[in-house]
């Protein structure tokens, strides 16, 4: 899916990531709260180059909080990622990624997900739909499960939950038109996420 304009500003999105940040909110039944555990909390980005092959890239580790209530079928997400965090593998490469022109990442060192929207199949999440902002640009963008399940830690004594997501946009979207047509204008995101239930 296609990433659409919203209508909602970047930074009415920023304090309803620190709401996210600080708690359920109290309309929830018994709602549950995850925080991103950042060991396995990244981002992926894929496109086409030059017809050939696919650029490959990850930012992170995300931050972020989640809350469900898988009773009532709803819940909320608020993740953010630093840009300069991105890596290809290949220092040039990402030199010229981070620059204005691109991720800008010295005027822009923030990228975030805020979500309300969140689709259910039995208790798993299914699909999460909210504001994706990049370059100061904020769009809709449904992120698509690929898998999602919950089990119990040793590790952390309390419950994980986590999936794969995928989700679809266009660069110029966001002010990234550099090497069109011959660098690919969609972009691919893969999404992996693990959140510890809060005590």
Known sequence: MTAAPVHR???TALLLAGALAAGASPALAEPATYSLEPEHSWVQFELHHFGTSTIRGR???AAGRVVLDRAERRGEVGVT????????GTSLFDARIRA???LATDEY????????ELRFEGDSVAEV??????????RTLSLRAERFGCYE???????????DFVGDFRRSD???????????????LRVQVEAVRDP
């Open 109 to 116: 060192p923030t990228a975030w997900f805020v979500a309300r």
């Open 174 to 188: 966001f002010g990234m038109s550099f090497g069109l047509p011959f660098v690919g204008d969609a972009v691919t």
């Open 9 to 11: 500003t970047a930074p």
């Open 129 to 138: 739909r909210g504001e994706f902002t990049l370059r100061g640009t904020s």
């Open 100 to 102: 204005t022109d691109l």
């Open 81 to 88: 990622v630093a840009t300069a965090s991105l890596s290809t």
């Open 59 to 61: 930012l992170g580790p």
């Open 153 to 163: 830690s040793e590790r952390f004594r309390r419950e994980v939950c986590g999936g």
